[in-house]
């Protein structure tokens, strides 16, 4: 057997970095041309010479390539699968990529438009439209993905995945059907379900066998496998905001608690009845009250509070545990 000529890999560091803007998460992406459908995550380079960790090699190109100050920047996974970028006949380097997640704010000092050269902020449910229920179960699901999905899996009943599990029972698991619950930690199950059945325009891109046209509803697509990145981030933030206070990396120094509502459902993607989260608030301590009044919110003056830093000597694990669908 002749010996595979060996090949250089090249690490690239990739951020989602996520904001809140009107109630709206939203991401930084860049394009290398004018449609949505070239826009990736950011990516710059790890140099091994000049940065001692990953991380401050992505604080490093981050800062000198973008306005964007970095709060909270936790690393993810490492995507270097096989033809995540190659194409056959390709003697280039392989590209492996380490994916972050992290929260900035959008204020006076972060605009949301033009940050660096054709990069801007867009918000995350434009990739992911199915995974926003804030106002009800998306259209798209009744109408595009669970009749797709059935399709898909009438087509091999017999088929089980790693864990022993049917295309059948991972439909009703990951889409809270038939009595299941919803998981909304699921955001990369859940693509890598629709990657799988072939209604992702990616999977066309990357000639899926199963790879259906994407029909309009299915969310834009990004550039090489960053939507999987993005949507491993998104699980993560939805996961970690119940545990951990990084919620406040998204909030301005003084806040209402409305405004705090807001945000905890923008990236949950659901509706949270107002009287059991501020009971959920005032139990976890986590918040303050400033003494101040804003005056901005259209009707009565509201109370401004402040995150309580100090509760981290006391309860380092703590965050603001919204239920599940």
Not at 53 to 70: K, M
Not at 272 to 284: C, G, I, P, T
Request: glycine share 8%.
């Amino acid at each position: 057997m002749t010996p595979s000529p060996s090949r250089s890999i090249e690490i690239g560091l990739t951020a989602a970095i996520v904001a809140v803007q009107d109630d709206q998460p939203v991401i930084l992406v860049a394009r290398s041309g004018s449609a949505l459908a070239d826009a990736a995550l950011p990516t710059g380079p790890f140099d091994p010479i000049v940065h001692r960790t990953f991380e401050i090699g992505l604080r490093t190109w981050v800062s000198e390539q973008t306005s964007v100050p970095l709060g909270y920047v936790e690393q993810l996974y490492t995507f270097g699968d096989r033809g995540r970028s190659a194409h056959a006949d390709d003697t280039g380097a392989h590209n492996v990529s380490v994916g972050y997640l992290a929260l900035t704010r959008i204020g006076a000092d972060v605009e949301s438009g033009a940050v660096i050269s054709e990069a801007g902020f867009q918000p995350w449910y434009r990739f992911f439209p199915w995974e926003d229920f804030r106002n009800g179960r998306p259209q798209v699901w009744d109408e595009i993905i669970i009749p797709a999905l059935r399709l898909w899996s009438q087509q091999d009943g017999k088929h089980v995945s790693a864990r022993g599990l049917s295309r059948a029972e991972r439909i009703r698991i990951l889409c809270g059907l038939d009595g299941a619950r919803f998981d909304d930690e699921n955001v990369l199950e859940r693509y890598e379900l629709f990657y799988e059945a072939g209604i992702v325009a990616e999977a066309a891109r990357d000639a899926r066998a199963s790879a259906t046209s994407s029909p309009d509803g299915l969310g834009a697509p990004l550039r090489y496998d960053h939507r999987r990145i993005l949507a491993t981030a998104m699980g993560r933030l939805r996961a970690k905001i119940k545990y951990r206070p990084v919620i406040f990396e998204l909030m301005p120094e003084n806040f209402t608690l409305t405004a705090l509502q807001r945000t905890a459902e923008a990236i949950s993607g659901r509706h949270l009845h107002k009287q059991n989260f501020r009971r959920l608030v005032e139990a976890s301590n986590v918040v303050e009250p400033t003494g101040e009044t804003s005056h901005t919110t259209g009707g009565r003056p509201a109370a401004l509070f402040r995150f309580r830093r100090d509760i981290l000597q006391e309860r380092p694990s703590l965050g603001l545990r919204v239920g599940a669908r």
